[in-house]
């Protein structure tokens, strides 16, 4: 057992809480048995929703039994239940009574999306997911009519990913919404989703998604096993799914691949991943993610090959830049002078000179400045933005300067930091950066390069022994494959690139058959 | 849990990896000496050769009792009791060779960056990443190696192109090719050249069993023997004909010198720092077998996983690279004198050979009720 798994150990539960929607409301003691008395079931349901203005229980008539309409007057549309329910004319002259609730859907509400609910949990669950429940007295189940039209977000352009070129969808709060989105660009009929609830309290819907002729079925399993372990109070974003699932919690990479790109989303399915769809997050989940997955953007796919695997390159370079350049400043201008050409030195150390600090304190200002700036820049009101950009030009800039607080090849030194920060095309990757960013500048100043070197050694030794869903973090350099190398480093072209990666063990290990290099026409009537 | 940990294995690519960081790692800074002159190249070269011998040979032997270390090897031809204190033996030398090896590179910090820090500094920092891996088991180890070979081999061939470049280099220096004859490459050779870089793959014989394709590893091995005994070559010749063979015999780190005089468009200069660091990870590589060897050793006559004593031997180890030697002269000169003779001679060579009879008898014998003994 290593020990971080020994620190922090994961709870493990008896059995798993993948409930079926009847079992859902089991451990809030709300009684399972749907009575054939309508007043047994309305007092409890009653009992239930007691102090909720919104919720309703109007009685109405049909044919001859009492019937019951209850519904939570804000998850559905008023007007629809009006018309569609309410103002059905039931008083009809026609022949006998309707003996069964079949009967009754079939003759009021035969153009109603419905379903039974045979307990009362399930009327409660219906209720809840705003359904009109009507329950008929001497009946032994309610017919739940879905009315819809809750309101929702309207699909918008990706706000944290955008692209110049290629589909500009992006994900919504709305979980049928995002597999629509989803499967409107994979026809597939082996694209599966399962739906399973999690949060004692909130009891979000959360879909496990993947092509099922593709994606490796113990990858798959271990998907499942992991969300079935999750025990969680409330779950309000991905994002806290994300922390219940990794293999290791205590490290700065982010171990599960998010994005709010559909197309993106649909690419890592096509490769025989799993993805999770948490309902109220626009961030959907890929996993097993590794570390290159964190430096390809979908646009890298939708470009003639030569400039994306260009990009590529120079977002691994700036990932570095992002990691190292202040720690090597620090180390290059207190232990390695010798290193740096003679007249870089003499401009270095001539501005310098009016700095009163020494140069870790100097590093460590600023870059506390510009992580402060940058917090500032994403919660403020949009309507002070200006502000922040004028002022942060004032304290990252020229300004300092002129007050002898910092050296110009420091502000460079910052300032190009931060943009190749910035490259990175998930967020959640850029933030290990700034993380560790710091825990370098310590180590450079305190042993300077070779600090420095130590660190991103065990920073790399860490970073082997991760692993994502069983599958090593980086995966297909280390371990190294030769195989899956045509979309690492590089993007070959399509034709090029047919296989899926084997770290995922794909049961359709390629993609297309047979080879289809595209080459001119043979020309007619040539010479031979 | 335990299953997954015990159920660890390498790739033929990873071996391979380590097994060339492992070569050329104190290679690059102590380098190969000075006892054949201007032909320490041929000395090399010669030496190569019979290494890919020896590491043949210590594969046929793990190939007598496939899955099974140096030790159990052990165990298997001398029995238990007298099995277990040899390996005890080989457990002490594994862990003073990490000691030795670690302090050729501390030397080499102290001597060139930090003149003023304090060894101890050194091997405790250098200890403590090496525990911290060896600790997350030797798959991490491999993927590591597989990470950082890119920079170690680009790094050493652009140091030779930079110091031709420089218009440092005068393979005149390699004149006059064996001017006194074979014998001082003889003497070079036996046992020091044999016994430096290439008897100590005898470490490999605790590592080789957990290779994924055991079928193949006696070619890879010896193809990376091969590899790796020219990258030594390439590097000598770069010694030689950038210092000569004078200042050779002078310097301690031959391959730093050499890097010193690189001086390219005005802007590359002292990269000998750079040198500095892409050694590092190889001494981290050596280190680490060795001291994972020793582990491994423990492991198997205590009956203790070896993560336990990952910690206790690091700091052992940290503390005995300071304690092996008062300084640096008396380091190199017992490496020179002492080391080859009375330790890698027995341990590397002498011992096996006692012992490959004995394994091969009792193999023999042990064929029928192989299966049964598998399934223990």
Redesign the interface.
Same mark, same amino acid.
Do not use: K
């Given at each position: 057992m290593s020990l971080s798994d020994f620190l922090f150990k994961r709870r493990k539960n008896k059995k798993g809480n993948k409930a079926p929607e009847e079992e859902i409301f089991q451990k809030d003691n709300i009684s399972k048995e749907y009575f054939k008395s309508l007043n047994k079931n309305k007092k409890s349901l009653q009992e239930l929703f007691k102090d909720t203005f919104d919720f309703s229980c109007d009685d109405i008539k049909l044919g001859e039994s009492k019937a019951c309409v209850c519904y939570l007057g804000t998850m559905l549309n008023i007007n629809s239940l009006t018309d569609k329910v309410l103002n059905v004319p039931r008083e009809t002259s026609e022949t006998k009574n309707p003996k069964n609730i079949e009967e009754i859907r079939d003759r009021y509400f035969p153009t109603i999306a419905f379903e039974y609910a045979e307990t009362f949990h399930k009327v409660v669950w219906h209720i809840l997911n705003g359904f009109a429940v009507i329950m008929v007295d001497g009946q032994g189940k309610a017919l739940s009519l879905e009315i819809g039209n809750i309101e929702k977000r309207a699909i918008t352009e990706p706000s944290t990913q955008t692209i110049i070129r290629g589909p500009k969808e992006a994900f919504t709060e709305d979980i049928n919404t995002n597999i629509s989105l989803i499967r409107k660009r994979i026809k597939n009929p082996y694209l599966t989703f399962e739906s399973s609830y999690i949060g004692g309290d909130t009891k979000t819907t959360i879909a496990i998604g993947y092509i099922s002729t593709i994606t490796n079925e113990d990858i798959l399993n271990e998907v499942r096993e992991r969300i079935e372990k999750i025990e969680l109070g409330a779950v309000l974003d991905s994002g806290n799914i994300e922390e219940m699932i990794v293999d290791k919690s205590f490290t700065p990479f982010p171990l599960v691949f998010n994005t709010e790109r559909p197309d993106s989303i649909c690419s890592h399915l096509l490769e025989g991943k799993v993805i999770l769809i948490v309902d109220g997050s626009p961030f959907v989940l890929a996993v097993p993610s590794i570390f290159t997955d964190f430096f390809q953007s979908s646009e890298d796919y939708y470009q003639p090959f030569l400039m994306p695997s260009f990009i590529r390159i120079i977002r691994y370079m700036s990932f570095m830049i992002a990691l190292v350049l202040p720690s090597l400043y620090v180390a290059l201008s207190t232990f390695h002078q010798e290193l740096m050409p003679t007249q870089l030195l003499v401009s270095v150390q001539a501005q310098r000179e009016g700095v009163p600090f020494p140069a870790v304190i100097e590093i460590f200002m600023m870059e506390l400045t510009f992580e402060i700036m940058r917090e500032a820049g994403v919660r403020m009101p949009r309507a002070v933005g200006q502000t922040v950009s004028i002022v942060g030009a004032l304290v990252i800039g020229q300004a300092a300067v002129e007050a002898g607080l910092v050296s110009n090849v420091l502000v460079i030194i910052v300032a190009f930091t931060a943009i190749a920060s910035f490259v990175s095309p998930i967020y959640s990757f850029s933030i290990a950066t700034r993380l560790l960013r710091f825990v370098l500048i310590l180590c450079a100043a305190v042993f300077g390069l070779y600090g420095v070197l130590l660190f991103l050694i065990v920073m790399v030794i860490h970073l082997v022994s991760l692993r994502s869903f069983g599958v090593p973090y980086l995966a297909s350099v280390a371990p190294f494959k030769l195989s899956d190398q045509d979309d690492v480093f590089l993007r070959l072209p399509a034709w090029a690139n047919q296989r899926r990666p084997s770290y995922l063990f794909p049961k359709a290990p390629n993609k297309e058959k047979r080879k289809q290099r595209p080459s001119p026409p043979p020309v007619k009537g040539g010479e031979k | *849990?335990k299953q997954q940990k015990l159920m660890e294995k390498l790739?033929l690519?990873?071996l391979a990896v380590l097994l060339f960081t492992f070569e050329i790692g104190s290679v690059a800074v102590v380098g190969v000496g000075n006892d054949s002159r201007q032909d320490a190249w041929i000395a090399v070269a010669i030496s190569t050769l019979l290494g890919a011998g020896i590491v043949s040979f210590y594969i046929m032997l793990l190939k007598r009792a496939p899955g099974k270390n140096l030790f159990e090897l052990m165990t298997i031809s001398f029995g238990k009791w007298l099995g277990k204190g040899i390996g005890l033996l080989y457990v002490f030398y594994f862990f003073y060779i990490a000691e030795r090896v670690l302090r050729d590179f501390c030397e080499l910090?102290t001597t060139v960056?930090?003149e003023n820090t304090p060894i101890e500094i050194?091997s405790i920092?250098?200890m403590g990443?090496i525990a911290? *891996?060896i600790?997350? #088991?030797l798959e991490?180890f #491999?993927?590591?190696g597989?990470?950082?070979i890119p920079y170690v081999f680009t790094f050493t061939i652009l140091i030779g192109f930079a110091t031709f470049f420089s218009g440092e280099m005068d393979f005149k220096n390699l004149l006059p090719v064996m001017a006194e004859g074979i014998g001082p490459i003889i003497q070079h050779i036996f046992p020091r050249l044999l016994t430096f870089p290439y008897g100590e793959l005898i470490t490999f014989m605790v590592i080789i069993p957990y290779v994924t394709q055991f079928k193949k590893v006696g070619k890879v091995s010896v193809i990376t023997v091969l590899v790796s005994g020219m990258i030594i070559i390439y590097g000598t010749v770069i010694e030689i004909a950038t210092l000569g063979t004078e200042q050779l015999g002078r310097t301690v780190f031959p391959l730093l010198s050499a890097a010193r005089d690189i001086s390219l468009l005005?802007?590359i200069?002292?990269v000998d720092?750079?040198v500095v &660091?892409i050694v *590092? &990870?190889g001494i981290?590589t050596k280190v680490s077998v060795f001291f994972f060897a020793g582990l491994k050793g423990l492991e198997h006559i205590t009956n203790i996983p070896y993560r336990y004593m990952v910690l206790p031997m690091a700091t052992i180890i940290s503390y005995g690279t300071i304690l092996i030697s008062d300084n640096f002269a008396e380091h190199v000169e017992e490496g020179i004198r002492f080391i080859p003779q009375y330790m890698h001679v027995p341990f590397q060579l002498i011992l096996p050979a006692l012992f490959a009879p004995l394994l091969f008898w009792r193999t023999k014998n042990q064929k029928k009720g192989s299966g049964h003994h598998e399934s223990k």
């Open positions: - | *849990m790739s690519w990873q910090i960056i930090f050194i920092t250098m990443v911290y *891996m600790y997350l #088991g991490v #491999g993927r590591t597989e990470i950082f005005e802007f200069e002292r720092l750079v &660091f *590092m &990870f981290i």
